[in-house]
Each structure stands twice: as structure tokens, then as C-alpha cells.
């Protein structure tokens, strides 16, 4: 089933109270917008296959400074005067599309887990909708106009809800059309216009930790929150990479982006370029995001003598998505021949320029096998990579 999810963020926020970095979506917790770690955790879910965006007609400089690169996988709608309408103008983006169900998530609930989406989306089914919710275990009092408690009202079988509240699309879409054209705007939340609408729901067990920011106290905590459960270590990733190519008849070799009059040369699908290769895989490592032929697959023919720098430069701008600063690269090139000393300058010089950084947090070094093995007898070159990126947040204690 396709599945897409529209996050609503179009509105003001005034219970947060004013602040210089904008509405509460785009105030900073851990370093980031609540926004943007609201967004990741929707973009990282492989169930998910689109994303919609709704935000208030001022705020797309603030949206694109919040998401940055993001925003290149996600549609943006302008919102309407209420969340309703928002929500509805969200849903019409996706018409189009039409996914087979769609999850409606708060934008200020930037601590939504891989659990709980899952647990959403594996509980959908064609014709009901789907609500995450947290037992009521406080004790409820009912109170007149004067203050004075006139029941207790017992909590038995009463839930608090919370989003993301998913649904069969098209179903939830005319219950929001109906809505709409009803003049009904007083619906506090997606469900209960399935419920008017008719929509069955169903309730599956939230969490706790998915709480909705809304005064200016919740912003300070979830800081407070991220910041203590991500200072104690930086999160540095170490990324390995290996790869090996063999020689076939030619006129030069090109090693880490330079070109190196040769004998031979070596033998691949796109230019061979070992070093970059084995750059590539160990950049991607340290995002988790499996290897080279993942991302460019030696059968595809677009990449038939490509330059590796476009793999290199894809890797990057993974790592950077996700906010990855590349601290430095070691590359030990393996061969008997050609010499690597005389290209060592324009090497490093190349690899600058791909991988963003100063030539200073290059390393790229050679060695033979003193003739032992393939590479001694001078069929082919293998090259080793490593990579240290600091990504941001830091390892939880």
C-alpha cells in the first residue's frame, strides 16, 4: 500500500509566546527547529513514500531555513485560518497521488519514533482509520460556571489523543470536503470529523514521549531534554571502504579524480576510479545507507564511464542531509604502478573540492605489496578509504 503523510504547520503558536527564531514550529531545541526533527522522523520512515508540508503564507523563508536540503523531498501547501482547513488543503496536494492512506501528524510533536509510526501503519486497513492514544490517568472533575466541582467523571474507557491520526485517504478526504462545505470548522481534531463523517477509528497505544509543544515551557524542556540526553559524547561515525579494480589494455588510470598516463587502465563499469570508489562506501557507511552499488548499480547503463566524482558527491550530500560535518578522509591507494607521489598535490586538491573540507583533513598515501598477490604482479589496484563525519545531537547516554 502507498502511504503518504501530511504535517501541519501553518499556525502562530501565540500560547508559546513571541521569539525572535518565529512561530513554535521553528523555535531551536538540540540546535535544530522543532520543525525539522518533526520532518526527519517522516523522511526516514522507509513505509512512508510522500510527504506534505502545510505552512503559513509568511513563513517560507523560515520553513526553508529550518529544513534546508529537505525540502527538495517534500511538497509545501500554504495553510488556511484554522488546522482544519489546513489539514484539508494538505490532503488536496496528495489528490493527485492519491495514496492509499495517509497519516495527519502535528508539527510541533517533534518526538514521533519509528515505533509508534510503524504501529500506525501496520494497523491500517481499507475502510477504518487509525488513532494513537494514552489512557486518561488522572483523576477528571467536572466543574460548573462558579468553579465549584459538581462530579467526578470516571476515567474508565476515556483516552487522550495524539497524532499521527491515519486514515484511508480518500474516505478521510471527503469527510474533510463535507466538513468543509457543511461550514463546519469547530473539529478539534482529524478523528472526530472521521466520526462525524461516519469513518470508523480504531485506537492503537501512543507514547508518551510524543507530546505536543505548546507554551513556551514545553519549547525549554524539550531542549533541555535533547541537549542532556545528547551532550555527554559527540556522535562521531567512522566509515570504511574498500575497493579493488583489474587492468585491461588502455592509455592511463584515473586514481582519486586525476588522470594518470598509464600502460593500461582499469577495468569497470563507470571510470574505475578505485579510490573514489572505496571514498564513496566509506562516506555512506557512516550514514547506514548501504554502499555503492546500492545507489548506482553496475547494471544500470546511465553509468557506463561515468566519473566516480558523481558518486562521491551523491555520498556527501547524503551525509550533509542529515547534518553531517566531514572532519577528515584517509585514502591508501595499493599498487605497483603508476606512481602516486607526483599526483599526490592534484589528488588531495580534488578530493578538497568534492568532499567540501581543507586539504589539511586529506590524507592520501600509496604503498606497494612488494610484489606479492595480484597487485605485485601488476593486474590491478585496490585503494582503502576511511572517513570520520560528527554528525549533530551526539550518542545518548
Not at 518565529?22 to 527547529?33: L, M, S, V
Not at 483523576?139 to 467523571?153: E, F, P, Y
Not at 583489474?246 to 588510470?253: I, M, R, S
Not at 570508489?277 to 566509506?282: F, G, I, R
Request: charged share 20%; net charge negative; hydrophobic share 45%.
Amino acid at each position: 500500500m502507498r502511504v503518504a503523510a501530511v504535517i501541519v504547520a501553518a499556525g502562530r503558536g501565540e500560547r508559546a509566546g513571541q521569539s525572535v527564531e518565529g512561530p513554535k514550529q521553528y523555535r531551536k531545541i538540540g540546535g535544530e527547529a522543532v520543525l525539522s526533527h518533526t520532518l526527519r522522523a517522516f523522511l526516514d520512515c522507509p513505509l512512508i513514500d510522500h510527504v506534505v508540508v502545510v505552512i503559513h503564507k509568511e513563513d517560507a523563508a523560515l520553513f526553508a531555513q529550518a529544513t534546508g536540503e529537505h525540502t527538495e523531498n517534500i511538497i509545501t501547501v500554504t495553510g488556511g485560518p484554522t488546522r482544519q482547513e489546513s489539514t484539508r488543503l494538505g490532503l488536496l496536494a496528495l489528490k493527485d497521488i492519491a495514496p492509499d492512506h495517509v497519516l495527519i501528524h502535528d508539527g510541533v510533536r517533534p518526538f514521533i519514533s519509528a515505533d509508534l509510526l510503524e504501529r500506525v501503519i501496520f494497523n491500517l486497513t481499507p475502510h477504518i482509520g487509525v488513532l494513537p492514544v494514552l489512557a486518561v490517568s488522572d483523576t477528571l472533575k467536572a466543574a460548573g460556571h462558579d468553579a465549584m466541582v459538581s462530579a467526578t467523571v470516571p476515567r474508565a474507557g476515556l483516552y487522550a489523543a495524539q497524532t499521527p491520526q491515519a486514515f484511508p485517504y480518500a474516505p478521510i478526504l471527503t469527510a474533510h470536503d463535507a466538513a468543509f462545505a457543511a461550514g463546519r470548522s469547530d473539529f478539534t481534531d482529524d478523528s472526530a470529523i472521521a466520526e462525524w463523517h461516519g469513518l470508523p477509528v480504531r485506537i492503537v497505544e501512543g507514547s508518551a514521549d510524543n507530546t505536543k509543544l505548546t507554551w513556551a515551557k514545553d519549547i525549554d524542556m524539550a531542549d533541555d531534554r535533547l541537549s542532556q540526553k545528547f551532550s555527554a559524547y559527540p556522535d562521531v561515525r567512522t566509515g570504511n571502504g574498500y575497493d579493488v579494480h583489474a587492468f585491461e589494455a588502455g592509455n592511463g588510470v584515473t586514481l582519486a579524480g586525476v588522470f594518470i598516463e598509464h600502460d593500461c587502465k582499469l577495468s569497470g563499469h563507470s571510470d574505475a576510479d578505485v579510490a573514489l570508489h572505496a571514498l564513496t562506501d566509506a562516506l555512506l557507511a557512516t550514514r547506514g545507507a548501504g554502499d555503492i552499488g546500492t545507489h548506482f548499480p553496475p547494471s544500470d547503463p546511465q553509468w557506463k564511464g561515468a566519473s566516480s566524482r558523481i558518486f562521491v558527491e551523491h555520498a556527501v550530500k547524503i551525509v550533509k542531509e542529515a547534518g553531517g560535518r566531514i572532519a577528515n578522509a584517509d585514502i591508501t591507494l595499493i599498487c605497483e604502478a603508476p606512481k602516486i607521489g607526483p599526483h599526490r598535490e592534484a589528488m588531495t586538491a580534488a578530493l578538497s573540492k568534492m568532499l567540501g573540507i581543507s586539504p589539511d583533513r586529506i590524507s592520501v598515501k600509496a604503498t606497494t605489496n612488494e610484489k606479492l598477490g595480484f597487485i605485485g604482479r601488476r593486474e590491478g589496484i585496490a585503494a582503502i578509504a576511511t572517513v570520520s563525519v560528527i554528525y549533530p545531537g551526539g550518542l545518548p547516554e
